[in-house]
């Protein structure tokens, strides 16, 4: 049993570069959730989705889009990468909000 | 929103002593979580309780709804226990919604 699974894993990017972040979950999980974890601050929703083929902003949206065509799969795309969005970022997934969530182990982003 | 505050924010111990880490929020709520950070970076869910107590081997996690106050507790805590350890409730109170996370609290516990 997989759980979730984040890749990559680790990526360097250059500024203004693109780059997309798959998630994918095998639990049959109707909510799934990105998330930014920067130094001195608590994890972050960039955006969610609540079932497949619907997708909305969290708290930090701003220079990121999102994808769920299928539902065990959520993509995070950057389109023009900045310094700013450097790192570390987590997918989660949940069967329903207020129920147990379940992350991925991160991917590591740097952008240079 | 809610607002949620950890204490304390880092704690080193002696190998064997009882560990208390604090959660406060300021919306009433109905469900809260506790996670772990390994040192590695991956996140894993402690508990979700909604009342009262849980306990899951040494670790044991008491809230008061009334006081919007929770702690997680380490018995017999022991070098594989440090981590960071993070709270988390709905953003707008309740049971449902999306989460809001502490800043976590680090845990070293020495040989």
């Known amino acids: 049993n997989a759980g979730v699974t984040q890749t990559p894993k680790f990526r360097v990017l250059k500024t203004g570069q693109s780059m997309t972040l798959l998630c994918a979950q095998d639990m049959n999980h109707e909510y799934m959730y990105w998330y930014r974890q920067d130094p001195g601050m608590g994890l972050r929703l960039i955006h969610y989705?609540?079932?497949?083929?619907?997708?909305a902003k969290g708290e930090v949206p701003d220079g990121y889009n999102v994808s769920r065509l299928k539902k065990q799969n959520f993509l995070l795309g950057l389109e023009s990468a900045a310094p700013s969005q450097t790192s570390v970022y987590f997918c989660a997934s949940s069967y329903y909000t207020g129920n147990t969530i379940y992350f991925g182990e991160g991917s590591w982003l740097t952008v240079v | 929103k809610n607002e949620v505050e950890q204490s304390p924010q880092n704690l080193t111990a002696q190998e064997g002593e009882f560990i208390t880490i604090n959660c406060s929020y300021s919306?009433?709520?109905?469900?809260l979580h506790w996670l772990q950070q390994h040192p590695g970076g991956g996140i894993v869910s402690l508990f979700m309780l909604s009342s009262g107590k849980k306990k899951h081997g040494r670790l044991i996690a008491t809230i008061n709804i009334q006081e919007k106050h929770s702690s997680l507790h380490i018995t017999a805590s022991h070098p594989r226990d440090s981590a960071v350890y993070i709270c988390?409730?709905?953003?707008?109170?309740?049971?449902?919604?999306?989460?809001?996370f502490g800043k976590g609290t680090k845990l070293s516990v020495k040989p």
């Open positions: 919306v009433g709520i109905s469900a």
């Open positions: 989705s609540v079932g497949e083929g619907t997708t």
């Open positions: 988390a409730v709905p953003h707008y109170g309740g049971s449902q919604g999306n989460l809001i």
